[in-house]
């Protein structure tokens, strides 16, 4: 079946730090992967994504890339920020499920300044 | 533009009563799904709506729970009886169709306790 894993929270990391969220999928089809974000008190948002292997997908200094070889799609930002602290959810959909979104746990981040 | 809207935030009652959920897409967004939340999970899909017509309903637990969109624009769920255990959060989204890739915008959700 399809299914998303994602590392476990919670991450807490100081202001400035390098963030890595590690996601893995496992798809019957060819997936479309997406990152979405939830800030505390909002619904979730799109952050990012790629339909295809190698694809990068970017937004609000954060990254992530499809790769096909590993089953990976981690999301990445170089300095993080207080005001990125949120729950962060990995999820993909394949053509057989026509769109419907198969999401990850969720990993909560914590910025400290 | 407004985004999705859903109505009430937050909701308590007794199990065994009923609840109705009320959800207002996109102007314009053909494809409304809801998703249930647990607490620490993530959201998993009930049911998808075409316009108003229910193309993926396999996860929604017809004996206690139903979902209409009679003119393709909002949406109701409802559960009857509630249980215990749909203390949850409730999502809707809606996308302009319900393409592989095409973006699902998510509204606030409702918190369902149920004592």
């Known amino acids: 079946g399809n299914s998303v894993t994602q590392m476990e929270g919670p991450v807490t990391l100081s202001e400035e730090a390098f963030l890595t969220i590690n996601c893995t999928y496992t798809a019957t089809g060819y997936p479309s992967l997406f990152w979405y974000v939830q800030y505390p008190g909002e619904g979730l948002q799109l952050l990012l994504k790629?339909?295809?292997?190698?694809d990068k997908g970017s937004n609000k200094g954060f990254e992530a890339t499809y790769r096909k070889e590993t089953t990976s799609f981690h999301l990445e930002k170089g300095s993080v920020q207080v005001s990125d602290s949120a729950v962060y959810f990995c999820a993909l959909t394949v053509g057989g499920s026509q769109g419907n979104l198969i999401f990850g746990k969720g990993t909560k981040l914590s910025v400290k300044p | 533009e407004a985004g999705v809207v859903q109505s009430p935030r937050y909701k308590i009652i007794e199990k065994k009563q009923p609840v109705a959920f009320w959800c207002n897409p996109i102007s314009g967004h053909n494809t409304l799904y809801w998703y249930l939340q647990n607490l620490g999970q993530g959201p998993e899909l009930l049911i998808r709506?075409?316009?108003?017509?229910?193309?993926?309903d396999s996860q929604l637990p017809k004996d206690r729970f139903s979902a209409e969109r009679l003119k393709g624009v909002d949406s109701t769920l409802k559960i009857q009886p509630a249980e215990l255990g749909d203390s949850a959060v409730y999502l809707c989204?809606?996308?302009?169709?319900?393409?592989?890739?095409?973006?699902?915008?998510f509204g606030p959700g409702t918190r369902l306790t149920v004592l």
């Open positions: 989204a809606s996308s302009t169709s319900g393409l592989v890739g095409n973006e699902q915008f």
């Open positions: 709506y075409e316009n108003e017509e229910a193309v993926d």
């Open positions: 790629a339909t295809k292997a190698d």
